[in-house]
């Protein structure tokens, strides 16, 4: 029988305060055989003091690791130490607090679609904070997003900006999978390549990860029914975010853009070289 596990990972910042996502995870209703909270030994970005580790909940399971990967250590750790094994692993970020129903509905959508991988949100390569650049993939149906139009924004506005719907407006593919939504991989969808991240690109998993399952030839699929949207944490640390960091002149969008090149050049995939010729910088 499939196990299905729950990986995750934090850094130094949030040790305090990332109790409040673990309660979320050990409220699911799925069936769960393990939660693993995956830290680094040494990270690129912080120092702390191992007695300051994160005290986790009895039915997680801290794992110390000696790499940081950056933020794809929530899955890839995973993925090693369960290579060979009939497992599903669902990944998420740490501060988010996701609805009791999120990991079942991960169990579903992959039973319908079985050799994709899974996720709830997502984006497609020709988006603004990715390519920008009009390629477009093959598979169909395509996942479909909300227009951020005038109507939209006026409705956010009422709101005093209380609704936030998903981006997405109907299940599909997806070129790239985010992870602050979740996302159900399997080990050996991995393989060892996926560990040697060139320098940069650590700093944007949701493009890692998803160029890893291009080149490997593994569809993503985004699923939005019933999906309910994930709340940011009560306990945000705003200086542990990545969105906010500019590292060897890359902030967000430009390591994106960074990332997708080196597919697009190393392996050939989403338009190639000639994509990327191209693209903006």
């Not at 560990?195 to 160029?211: A, C, E, K, Q, R």
């Not at 949207?229 to 705003?238: D, I």
Request: glycine share 8%; aromatic share 10%.
């Amino acid at each position: 029988m499939t196990k299905l596990v729950l990986s995750l990972t934090t850094v130094p910042p949030r040790f305090g305060v990332v109790h409040e996502n673990l309660a979320g995870l050990l409220r699911q209703t799925a069936e769960i055989a393990e939660i693993n909270l995956y830290v680094a030994r040494r990270y690129r970005r912080f120092e702390y003091d191992p007695a300051d580790l994160p005290k986790v909940p009895e039915g997680v399971n801290l794992r110390l690791i000696d790499d940081d990967l950056g933020p794809a250590t929530k899955v890839l750790p995973a993925a090693r130490d369960y290579r060979g094994q009939d497992v599903q692993i669902l990944f998420a970020d740490d501060d988010k607090v996701y609805d009791r129903g999120w990991a079942q509905r991960f169990v579903e959508a992959a039973k319908r679609h079985p050799g994709h991988a899974i996720c709830e949100e997502g984006g497609w390569l020709d988006m603004p904070h990715y390519a920008a650049d009009g390629w477009r993939s093959a598979r169909e149906p395509q996942a479909q997003f909300r227009k951020k139009d005038w109507r939209y924004r006026l409705r956010r506005a009422a709101s005093l900006g209380m609704w936030k719907p998903s981006k997405a407006t109907t299940s599909g593919y997806v070129d790239i999978l985010e992870g602050w939504g979740g996302a159900l991989v399997r080990p050996e969808f991995f393989d060892d390549a996926a560990f040697d991240i060139p320098d940069v690109l650590w700093t944007v998993d949701d493009v890692w990860l998803s160029g890893c399952l291009e080149r490997r030839g593994i569809p993503i699929w985004l699923n939005s029914e019933d999906k309910i949207r994930s709340k940011g944490s009560s306990s945000e640390v705003k200086d542990a975010a990545l969105r906010n960091l500019v590292y060897q002149g890359h902030d967000r969008i430009k390591a994106n853009r960074a990332c997708i090149r080196y597919f697009r050049e190393t392996y050939g995939i989403w338009g190639g070289a000639q994509a990327a010729a191209t693209a903006p910088e």
